[in-house]
């Protein structure tokens, strides 16, 4: 069946440092990827979002990277800060969809070290 | 502006009671979802409304589960004879709906359900 999962459950880097946050989907019609935070006791935070007509795409202090060739999502943070410490999901939405109903992954924790 | 609302924040409940989470989307979004989240899991879709009618309820568990929107703005998620199982944060988001099936998607804060 269709998943996005991720690879690591946990990762932990010092304050300043680049984290690298993957997820591998196994659907070849997802066309719609995005990332959200969440922290403890919120709801998930929108961070990014690229389209599978793209490679890679630039926010602020965040970067995603799209390689459709083998399903692979990749969420890089510039100069990782305290306040980044949350939960992260990767999430897709097939083209095939009735809505745009979202499949989340399991989520990667990401606890900065200062 | 506001972002998504949802109440209560917690509800405690009994085995076998029924109870109603609210959300209340963005002004003007005319796309509302409902997602279940368990402990360490990621949300599970429930039900998408566009406008007053519930485009996609495929998520729905079973019938004890149903979602109402009657003015295309605040809905409503129902659920009967609660269940133990039925313990988990029940997310509502909604989009603004003018960009086709696929744009972002705002959560609100979640409402944690615990049926005892």
């Known amino acids: 069946g269709e998943s996005v999962g991720l690879h690591l459950p946990t990762l932990s880097v010092q304050e300043g440092d680049n984290s690298i946050i993957n997820c591998a989907y196994s659907?070849?019609?997802?066309?719609?990827f995005i990332w959200y935070k969440q922290e403890s006791g919120k709801g998930p935070q929108f961070i990014i979002d690229?389209?599978?007509?793209?490679d890679k795409r630039q926010g602020q202090r965040v970067t995603v990277l799209l390689n459709k060739t083998v399903k692979h999502l990749s969420l890089q943070i510039a100069a990782t800060q305290p306040g980044d410490s949350a939960v992260y999901f990767c999430?897709?939405?097939?083209?095939?969809?009735?809505?745009?109903?979202?499949?989340f992954g399991q989520g990667t924790e990401l606890s900065v070290k200062p | 502006g506001a972002g998504v609302s949802q109440t209560p924040s917690n509800k405690v409940t009994e085995k076998g009671k029924y109870v109603e989470l609210r959300c209340d989307p963005i002004s003007g979004h005319t796309a509302l979802y409902w997602y279940r989240q368990s402990l360490g899991q990621g949300p599970e879709f429930l039900i998408y409304f566009q406008g007053t009618g519930a485009a996609d309820d495929s998520g729905l568990p079973n019938d004890r589960f149903f979602a109402v929107r009657p003015e295309g703005s605040v809905s409503t998620l129902k659920i009967q004879r609660t269940e133990r199982g039925d313990s988990a944060v029940y997310l509502c988001?909604?989009?603004?709906?003018?960009?086709?099936?696929?744009?972002?998607?705002?959560f609100g804060p979640g409402t944690r359900l615990l049926v005892l």
């Open positions: 988001a909604s989009s603004s709906g003018l960009a086709g099936l696929q744009e972002t998607q705002y």
């Open positions: 999430a897709e939405n097939p083209i095939y969809n009735q809505g745009g109903k979202l499949i």
């Open positions: 690229i389209r599978s007509n793209m």
């Open positions: 659907n070849s019609a997802s066309d719609y």
